[in-house]
């Protein structure tokens, strides 16, 4: 299964060139933290409230790109809430984002190109090989904010990433948009597993949102 910050940069990559979406720089850190919180929020290592985000199992999930973030939390003193913690891991956005490409480009999902842009500028480009799993993200979010299915708790808090990122201009045409803005709020007040799941992820949404204003 891939995680979070996997699935939302196979969202963000351009089918045509391999290249990231233009996103503002504190957006992309900030969805990328976020969506490792998310991912140890889904395997029930952390919990938050409005005062706290805090290690509830200290027990490594076994997927490297998580357990140093898990790490890291556990190691740390208590008190700092979901934003102070979306700021921080924001901070290693870089490394984690090359992280989740390497292994997508590992599993055959994507290849790197790399080269130069006017003989001067290095360049990185992640063409698509095998589009199955990409295809297969958009379509589960498609079908998800356009139909009336009962959702996977997994893609509810994908479809709160691709809010906070501001992505649906990639997966939905404008009318599309419309049509779906009733659903995809519903969604992301949804009960996931649990009102304490719900809370830490729209916690780990709200703090997003507000790292994406911001220059780091």
């Given amino acids: 299964m891939l995680t979070f910050v996997e699935e939302i940069l196979l969202l963000m990559l351009d089918d045509q060139d391999g290249r990231l979406v233009d996103l503002p720089r504190s957006a992309m850190n900030g969805v990328v933290a976020g969506a490792v919180l998310m991912d140890l929020a889904m395997h029930d290592r952390i919990d938050s409230d409005l005062q ?33 913690w ?13 992280q989740a490409l390497a292994r997508l480009v590992s599993r055959g999902i994507l290849r790197k190109e790399e080269g130069r842009f006017l003989w001067v500028f290095h360049t990185r480009r992640y063409p698509v090989i095998d589009d199955r799993e ?11 904010v356009l139909g009336t299915e009962i959702p996977d708790p997994r893609d509810v808090v994908l479809v709160t990433l691709v809010e906070a ?52």
């Fill in 134 to 144: 990409q295809r297969e993200v958009k379509a589960r979010l498609r079908e998800l």
């Fill in 86 to 98: 979306v700021e921080e891991l924001a901070r290693d956005a870089d490394d984690l984002r090359e």
């Fill in 52 to 84: 706290e985000l805090r290690v509830v199992d200290k027990t490594p999930t076994g997927d490297p790109l998580l357990d140093g973030a898990l790490a890291r939390l556990a190691t740390s003193p208590a008190g700092r809430n979901s934003g102070a």
């Fill in 165 to 216: 990122a501001g992505l649906w201009d990639l997966l939905l045409t404008e009318a599309e948009q419309d049509k779906a803005a009733e659903r995809i709020a519903q969604l992301r007040k949804m009960d996931l597993v649990g009102q304490a799941m719900t809370q830490v992820v729209r916690d780990i949404q709200e703090s997003i949102a507000v790292a994406s204003t911001m220059a780091w």
